[in-house]
């Protein structure tokens, strides 16, 4: 951005005699120079031209009657710092003229030698643009870092736009002067910064066809005189938005190839115009100022972020403590009372390495602080590090810490900001746990799927060899051990299914009480005579939604486990309760609504538990039980009835002092159903109907094909959705009953049973399966209250559950 040279040169002839001036005038004519020229001869006269005439370079006569070239010199100095000055003279000699080039003469002529003031004066003019363009380089770049640090050290746009507008208007006239960005996201565009003469609406809008859309829309510079106007306007690319100005200058804000708004300086003053030079310097700024802006952008959402983290782990307010270069407390704030324990009577005065610092780092911190104050280097200075704390209580914590050095007075003060972020700390701790439990509960439901398939097979063909088996047949007891042991398994995959949530519950609303009364009656037996059992049920007891069953194994699993923790005997207390809870956070990190809840608490006076036993208790596998005394699935499959239900849970619990579970489960309106008798032992009923069953596992299919044809039915069988389909198309008989598996390669059960409800109208649906996991999407496909029967299951239970659906109204 080199200066060019001025149309025309302005030369101020410092001079008493005309005839010699009018000589150098016409030597500088033959440089074809196109020049102006002013003489004088006083100093008065000269400081005057200096401010009107404004010339761009000075000759000066060695000698004058009142007045010599070296008071001309240091009056040019003065008053027009930067204007070449050549000194013509009749004679000079050597050390004269050495002088006058070391005081800051551009050159000196000997009258004699005249031929040489033309080339002398284009020598200062280069000399004098060159200087310009170094200068004009350089304080560019002053203004690029200058943004950079204003972009650093500003918390938003509201500090940082009006910062930026200072620095343009150093580097050239920025009266009228606005930034406008551009949201692509919303197509708005807006203007968060406006300092304007005569207009006042610069509210944000969609796009139009003003001056600004332009730049943004073109990503080009645009430089607008009032006939560039007329002529934008007259090819319908832009439309007058506004008061008229006589120059409007526009450059885009790019981030790479993307426009993000405009940079504008606008004047109403016919006596400030903008030219190239203008443009450049808009330019030069711009790249840097979109930067700076979309940096601002990226903290301001940095720090939403920070915020909505903070809300979460409830950060502490951080402590401010000042020191001085020996180390000593200055100042301690009421928060560093709170974080380290010490108040600041006793902290003040005393040295920081022995309050807040572990004896084994004291020495790096005195090593550390003498290099700063020999170097003036420290690798922690100015950032922010996670360092190790000391509490007045002697407990170590791990603290957040920004110390900034500042000079005052000759000596270096020292500004401290420390956080505790032991709860943040706890909290990443608890996350990672969370999601290893996530990933356990994936790995468990996922092997229980297969298990219960094969599972399924092998319980069903025990069942059939069993069916063909005399009373008295020595392979009878066999086959009977098999079907124990597959139950047993069965049972196995139920708890893996619970823990996982991935099985299917039947939800009703249920009295609390009552399940606790029901169970109450065989917990006696359970946990035996030497514990001493107690139930606080509360009066008038709130509703819930869960089911049954699962709700008795949750206390169940409970009161065994609090058995296993009391093996001299004690005391263990079932409890329930209505609260009302503020949202709060459970101990997986999940957020648990504000709302009413209906408590149910089991505490045991038990050994109680560590902090690292708590963290892992509900663990698939994990036990504390002596080998062979124990799955570890009996706290997993607690946790994953509670959630599948809805449901928290938090455990109370030190070493020594017994164990509280606490679980909390949303209340709902409603009157309760009763609870179901146990279902009594009948014949297992046959039937006629046409069945279609579809499952992907082909010894599942074959097993439930050969049971129900046994029964009487007549069976239809696909691998697949597409397959079920096709075979219900082409068939012409009616179908009665589609047993379709919930989850399959392609078609789902769900899916399936939608597509062919159209077909089949009278074809009723029963859906089997060992793994629901994406079933639950199910709970958008697969209605609630639809007939269901989970894997494993024995053949007289698919019977029974085929006559039951069958049989529907």
């Given at each position: ?68 070239a ?28 050495v ?46 870092y ?23 208007g ?125 940096r601002?952008h ?13 809300a979460?782990?409830?950060a ?18 009421p ?12 902290a ?40 190790t ?53 994936r ?49 196995l ?61 949750v ?87 509670v ?66 044809a046994?029964?009487?039915y ?33 078609l ?27 079933a ?34």
């Open positions: 951005m080199e200066p060019a040279m001025p149309a025309t040169v302005r030369i101020l002839i410092v001079e008493d005699d005309p005839q010699d001036a009018a000589l150098a005038e016409r030597e500088v004519r033959r440089a074809d120079i196109f020049c102006t020229f002013r003489r004088v001869e006083t100093r008065d006269d000269m400081a005057e031209a200096l401010r009107e005439f404004v010339p761009d370079v000075i000759l000066t006569d060695h000698s004058l009657p009142a007045f010599d070296r008071s001309a010199l240091q009056l040019a100095q003065q008053l027009s710092p930067g204007t070449p000055v050549i000194v013509v003279t009749g004679r000079l000699g050597d050390e004269p003229a002088q006058y080039l070391q005081a800051g003469a551009a050159d000196y002529i000997v009258k004699d030698q005249l031929h040489r003031l033309g080339p002398a004066l284009l020598r200062a003019l280069d000399t004098k643009r060159s200087r310009q363009a170094q200068a004009r380089a350089h304080q560019l770049q002053g203004a690029i200058r943004i950079a640090q204003v972009a650093m050290s500003t918390p938003g746009l509201e500090e940082l736009l009006p910062a930026i507008h200072q620095i343009v150093e580097l050239m006239p920025a009266r009228n002067f606005y930034i406008a960005l551009y949201d692509a996201a919303n197509d708005l565009l807006s203007f968060p910064y406006v300092v304007d003469e005569h207009d006042t609406d610069f509210s944000s809008k969609k796009p139009g066809k003003g001056l600004t859309e332009y730049v943004v829309r073109t990503g080009q510079p645009l430089l607008v005189t009032p006939e560039v106007q007329v002529e934008l306007e007259r090819r319908g690319e832009v439309e007058l938005v506004g008061a008229p100005s006589i120059d409007w200058l526009g450059v885009p804000l790019k981030i790479g190839d993307r426009a993000i708004g405009a940079l504008v300086a606008q004047t109403y003053t016919p006596g400030v115009r903008y030219g190239e030079r203008e443009k450049e310097i808009l330019q030069f700024v711009s790249t840097q100022v979109a930067m700076a802006i979309e601002s990226a903290e301001a959402d940095l720090r939403a972020s920070e915020a909505r983290l903070k979460i782990i409830d502490a307010l951080d402590a401010v403590i000042t020191m001085d270069g020996d180390g000593v407390v200055l100042s301690w704030s928060q560093a009372e709170r974080v380290f324990g010490w108040p600041a009577s006793e003040v005065g005393g040295k920081l390495s022995t309050t807040i610092i572990p004896p084994r780092y004291r020495e790096a911190h005195e090593r550390g602080l003498a290099h700063f104050l020999g170097t003036g280097e420290g690798p922690v200075l100015n950032q922010r590090i996670e360092i704390g000391l509490r007045r209580d002697g407990r170590e914590i791990p603290v957040e810490l920004t110390i900034t050095p500042v000079r005052l007075g000759g000596a270096w003060l020292f500004s401290a900001f420390l956080r505790d972020i032991s709860e943040r700390k706890l909290l990443e701790a608890q996350l990672r746990q969370a999601q290893k439990m996530e990933a356990v509960g790995l468990a439901g996922g092997i229980a799927h297969d298990f219960n398939n094969l599972l399924t097979a092998i319980i069903g063909y025990t069942d059939l060899a069993l069916a063909d088996l005399r009373e008295g047949d020595p392979m009878r007891q066999d086959m009977e051990e098999i079907l124990r042991a597959a139950h047993r398994a069965a049972g995959t139920r708890q893996l299914l619970a823990f996982s949530r991935q099985q299917v519950l039947a939800p009703r609303v249920l009295d609390l009480n009552e399940v606790v009364q029901t169970v109450d009656k065989m917990l006696g037996r359970l946990v035996g005579e030497d514990i001493e059992l107690q139930s606080v049920l509360a009066p008038g007891l709130g509703h819930i939604k869960a089911d049954p069953g699962q709700l008795e194994q206390i169940v699993n409970l009161a065994v486990n609090a058995r296993d923790a009391m093996p001299t005997g004690g005391k263990l207390t079932i409890e329930t309760a209505d609260v009302e809870m503020a949202e709060t956070r459970g101990r997986d990190l999940t957020t648990v609504p504000a709302g009413r809840y209906v408590m149910l608490a089991i505490t045991d006076s038990g050994t109680g538990m560590d902090e690292d036993t708590k963290a892992r208790i509900f663990e698939p596998f994990f036990t504390t039980k002596e080998q062979g005394k124990g799955t570890g699935l009996g706290l997993a499959t607690v946790y994953g009835i959630k599948q239900s809805g449901g928290f849970i938090w455990v109370y619990s030190e070493p020594g002092h017994g164990t509280t579970f606490k679980i909390y489960l949303p209340r709902v309106e409603g009157a309760a159903d009763a609870l179901a008798p146990p279902v009594g032992t009948a014949a297992v009923p046959r039937g006629t109907e046409t069945v279609l069953i579809v499952e992907d596992e082909e010894a599942v299919r074959a097993l439930a094909k050969t049971a129900l046994r029964k009487g007549r069976v239809l069988e696909a691998a697949n959705g597409g397959e079920a389909l096709l075979l219900c198309e082409s068939e012409r008989a009616p179908i009665h009953l589609l047993v379709t598996d919930v989850v399959m390669p392609g789902g059960g769900a899916d399936l049973a939608q597509r062919l409800a159209p077909l089949r109208s009278e074809m009723k649906v029963l859906f089997i399966s060992g793994y629901t996991d994406r639950a999407a199910r709970h958008g496909t697969m209605q609630p209250g639809a007939a269901y029967l989970e894997k494993p299951f024995s053949l007289d239970a698919l019977a029974r559950k085929v006559r039951e659906v069958l049989d529907r109204e």
